[in-house]
């Protein structure tokens, strides 16, 4: 799996999980990534002014270059997810409360068949004209598990009866697929889970289009570059790769024509996104968090601010992947002592980190679930781990790290020195600020730690030495972003490569195998179950967790009826207008 790291910004949607890796950077801005309204549990929506006209065309912005993966079977990260949300749609889709519901398809659950049966709405065309049919299911699912296929969501269809067959060779098709007619689509699964209509993958793919393209050449082919297709409200019109994507509106979409004309998707300067939103350049953007301040103040922008479905964290490197057995072994006895977990946890200032360098955008959290989510703890039911040098101190007293040579810093039980290496990325003005202000916490209750290597990381290298467990990577800052299902399958397993603390606990093996047990269909004991392993993980603390942050989209005044959530920036744009419209409806 060995690509570049790109495909972190949304990959955990790729693995069985549910979790979609999108954004472990923790550089940028605190990960601005989707999350929830001002209020906890709402959205927001533009509130219209007047009544809808059509026409007019309205630029989205977005600060890195776009690969052009413009098929969701083969998308790697947010910058081609934003074209697509306009180009695509799927057969179910997540919403407002973060749960599945009916989208481009109706469907219907056999749990004691472990059958899942899709029927297609009417009417609902490619954008060359041609019907959505239960064939362009089939197909996607024959794709992705087909043993040439290079794109990451293998893990998306493994759980369909045939489909390990066709991914090992061994196997011309999938047998638990059943075309009942056009528009109905039977799936057969080898288990059904609690969480399966959040990880089955429900992007149709157009197979009359892609047929006799060889399924190795499929990502890098013109159908998927240079001239894709969806069944979304706008289609393309122009591609200027890594630049800009002209869309224009699909006048026979299945929900209704879209009011606006065309919309233009077009990387910006980060730095310039307060001047651009005030000139009205840009009309659509995540805000970077350090001018949230500025563009805040601007007459022609309205915000919205949104819960993330992600969090940041300082993770411990308790041990090492064996790759030969793909599990993890914690055998690191650097960080084994929970209580020096802890007084470290106790010794930052994460609300002040916040303030400083967020514009205070994210809210505090103890357990790796973001508050958004339905699964998350009480906040009494967990330690929180307030800025208390004092007992931080006063743990690491006890647990026998003390100043035995009397030079400022703590030596180890032993009276050995005790050194930590801090590892974070760099890329952005505050990248080197917030590492040294995390440092100088963990100096000031007197802990010798100073950045390893002497400087921040570059995004790849960094990541490159966190997977392989470099030995010099003590101590790491990172964040990721999940996917709509609590399910934390994927990051703390102990046979889970993204467990990057590499933390072995048999409880909380458990905890998580019995949040996807048949008892967990019952969402509130499914719930129980996962605050229990908050609980656990709260007290064991591989990592530190530090905030979920809060995204903010900017949208000029003149575009009405957007609207956010959690999930994405971009509901039912097809419903989408502008006040100066050229033309009347």
């Not at 689509?185 to 889970?193: A, G």
Request: negative net charge; glycine residues 8%; hydrophobic residues 40%.
């Amino acid at each position: 799996m060995k690509q570049n790291k790109s495909w972190l910004l949304l990959m955990l949607m790729v693995l069985a999980v549910g979790l979609f890796l999108a954004a472990c950077s923790s550089d940028g801005e605190e990960a601005v990534e989707p999350e929830e309204g001002g209020v906890e549990g709402e959205t927001e929506e533009a509130v219209a002014v007047g009544d809808p006209v059509a026409g007019g065309t309205v630029t989205y912005g977005y600060t890195a270059p776009f690969q052009g993966l413009l098929e969701r079977g083969f998308y790697e990260g947010e910058d081609d997810d934003l074209i697509l949300n306009f180009m695509m749609d799927p057969l179910v889709a997540t919403g407002d409360d973060l749960l599945p519901v009916p989208e481009m398809a109706e469907y219907e659950i056999d749990e004691e068949a472990k059958t899942i049966t899709f029927s297609i709405k009417d009417g609902i065309e490619w954008h060359d004209g041609e019907p959505l049919t239960a064939e362009d299911m089939a197909f996607a699912y024959e794709v992705i598990a087909h043993p040439d296929y290079t794109g990451p969501r293998y893990a998306n269809v493994e759980m369909i009866e045939g489909a390990a067959e066709k991914h090992d060779g061994t196997a011309e098709t999938i047998s638990g697929l059943e075309v009942v007619s056009d528009q109905i689509l039977k799936v057969k699964l080898t288990e059904l889970q609690p969480n399966t209509m959040s990880n089955l993958w429900v992007y149709p793919m157009p197979k009359h289009y892609y047929e006799g393209i060889p399924v190795a050449e499929l990502a890098e082919s013109d159908a998927v570059r240079k001239a894709p297709i969806g069944t979304g409200p706008f289609k393309v019109a122009n591609i200027v790769p890594g630049e800009l994507v002209e869309l224009e509106r699909f006048e026979d979409y299945w929900q209704g024509t879209p009011y606006l004309e065309g919309v233009n998707y077009q990387v910006v300067d980060a730095s310039l996104a307060t001047g651009l939103l005030e000139n009205g350049e840009i009309d659509i953007m995540a805000i970077p968090a350090s001018q949230y301040e500025e563009i805040k103040e601007l007459e022609n922008v309205q915000l919205f601010e949104e819960a993330s479905l992600g969090y940041s964290y300082i993770g411990f490197k308790l041990g090492h992947w064996d790759a030969e057995n793909e599990v993890n072994v914690m055998d690191n006895p650097k960080f084994q002592d929970k209580q020096l977990r802890q007084a470290m946890a106790y010794a930052l200032d994460r609300q002040g980190m916040l303030d400083a360098f967020s514009s205070g955008l994210g809210e505090l959290i103890e357990a790796p679930m973001p508050p958004v989510s339905w699964a998350k703890a009480d906040d009494a039911e967990l330690t929180q781990y307030t800025y208390d040098p004092e007992k931080a101190k006063a743990l690491l007293d006890e647990a026998g790290y003390v100043d035995v040579d009397g030079d400022g810093f703590r030596e180890d039980p032993n009276g050995d020195p005790f050194t930590i290496n801090f590892d974070a990325m760099s890329g952005s003005e505050i990248a080197e600020p917030r590492a040294q202000y995390i440092i100088q916490n963990w100096q000031d209750v007197g802990l010798n730690v100073s950045l390893n290597g002497g400087s921040l990381k570059e995004f790849n290298l960094f990541y490159d030495m966190v997977e392989s467990d470099d030995p010099s990577v003590e101590v790491f800052m990172g964040a990721w972003g999940l996917a709509s299902d609590p399910d934390p399958t994927g990051l703390w397993k102990s046979d889970d490569f993204w467990n990057f603390p590499r933390w072995v606990n048999e409880e909380s093996d458990a905890l998580i195998e019995e949040g996807l047990s048949a008892e967990a269909f019952d969402q509130e004991y499914r719930k129980e179950v996962y605050v229990e392993w908050q609980k656990l993980v709260n007290e064991e603390l591989p990592n530190i967790f530090l905030n979920a942050p809060v995204d903010v989209y900017a949208a000029n005044e003149r575009l009405q009826n957007v609207h956010t959530n959690s999930f994405t920036s971009q509901v039912d744009p097809h419903l989408w207008w502008v006040t100066d419209a050229a033309e009347a409806e």
